[in-house]
């Protein structure tokens, strides 16, 4: 089932490792777990998804999570991360794959951490047989994107209600109706085309078919930025592991990421959770407090995308109206740039974290402990 229901009350809910194994190694040991996940209380891990890329071994990562599991100690959601490694391009094979950014480690290549410098080779273990590529895909295949426990919900990037109910009784897995999904978008974006052009025919002159007409337009064009927000917003999968997305405010300029120039943004979804329920994610970059004078690693090319948390959600703040929703994702996966600039590890602010969560008989207790060993009070 997609949607995992588990009866478990002490939850350690960690956040994206990225392939941060030194990183999940340390915090289990302060979170008191032995080497298969056994914990003197009972509790019990649950991953949020995106294990892998950036770090320097997401194998080892995917060996440590799966023994876990076997175990029965640990569960784990799928993020857009697995979703990535599950989807590959149809017009490309595992011999010529198309490699998104950040898997590479995965198709046994090297990851630069500046692309137009060859000599800045991300240390990384890299897979090299096919076998081992097949293993983690089925490793991930059947993983659920959400987990609901007594009083708690989990999932990836965003809880939405909606899209949970879509998806909720479907039997198949979620990288089968991640495609099915993506054909009905492409269709209600053709549809949409179409009945602009008729409304608008003097925007093609030239009588294009809607689709060439489509791809001619730029990325500012109204229907470019509609059928943007149609593919992000209208597929129940992509709205589970990577979020929501909405267009700019009046004054807020367009800005650029990945060398595009983006006419939408983050969604910050929580800012509107209304349920009772307690709810997890990872995804979205959160600072850790630490350290007091965090050096500012962001790559020039990414120091325009507009924050996706306001200043008042500080580090250690409960998220959304109802103070019940957490973001547990550090930013552990910017830890590579750390070790490329020479600098210990959470020098940047980054660390993995955990949420621990208690169910009692007339609420919860929850609290975060990070891989430096602290615990911290949530307020
Ligand atoms: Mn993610």
């Known amino acids: ?42 509790r019990v891990l649950i991953f949020v998804g995106d294990l892998f890329d950036r770090g320097t071994n997401s194998w080892a990562v995917y060996k440590k999570v799966k023994h876990l599991m076997k175990k029965g100690r640990a569960f784990c959601i799928q993020g857009n991360h697995e979703l990535n490694l599950l989807i590959p391009d149809p017009n490309f094979t595992d011999d010529r794959p198309k490699v998104k950014a950040g898997n590479e480690w995965f198709h046994g290549q090297v990851e630069l951490v500046n692309k137009d410098d060859p000599s800045s080779i991300q240390p990384q273990y890299l897979l090299h047989t096919q076998q081992e ?20 919900r989990i999932v990836h990037a965003c809880w939405d209600n909606d899209a949970i109910h879509e998806i909720q009784s479907k039997t198949q897995t979620a990288d089968i109706l991640f495609s099915k999904y993506e054909q009905q978008c492409t269709d209600r974006i053709a549809t949409q085309v179409r009945d602009y052009l008729n409304k608008n025919p003097e925007e ?36 589970i592991t990577s979020g929501k997305e909405r267009r700019l405010g009046p004054h807020q300029a367009p800005y650029e990421a990945g060398k595009k120039t983006r006419y939408v943004k983050r969604d910050p979804w929580w800012t509107n959770y209304q349920d009772d329920q307690v709810v997890v994610f990872g995804h979205y970059w959160r600072k850790a407090p630490y350290p007091n004078d965090p050096i500012d690693l962001t790559p020039p090319e990414k120091r325009n995308i507009p924050a996706t948390f306001s200043p008042e959600e500080g580090p250690l703040q409960w998220l959304g109206p109802k103070k019940n929703a957490m973001c547990v994702d550090y930013s552990v996966g910017k830890r590579f ?43």
């Not at 590529?133 to 708690?152: E, S, V, W």
């Not at 294009?208 to 149609?230: D, G, M, N, V, Y």
């Not at 929850?366 to 602290?374: I, P, T």
């Open 133 to 152: 590529r097949d293993q983690i895909r089925n490793f991930l295949r059947p993983l659920p994107l959400a987990i609901c426990a007594p009083g708690i």
């Open 1 to 42: 089932m997609l949607i995992q229901s588990i009866e478990h009350t002490k939850l350690d809910i960690i956040g994206d490792v990225h392939g941060e194994i030194e990183a999940l190694n340390t915090l289990l040991k302060h979170l008191n777990y032995n080497e298969d996940g056994e914990h003197p209380e009972d």
């Open 204 to 239: 093609n002159t030239e009588n294009l078919t809607p689709s060439t007409w489509f791809k001619r337009q730029s990325r500012a064009h109204p229907i470019r930025i509609e059928a943007e927000l149609i593919e992000q917003n209208q597929n129940p999968i992509k709205v």
């Open 337 to 379: 740039l750390e070790r490329h600039h020479n600098l210990s590890s959470g020098k940047s602010g980054s660390y993995l974290a955990c949420f621990r969560y208690t169910k009692t008989s007339d609420g919860f207790d929850a609290k975060l402990v990070f891989d430096n060993g602290n615990i911290e009070t949530i307020l």
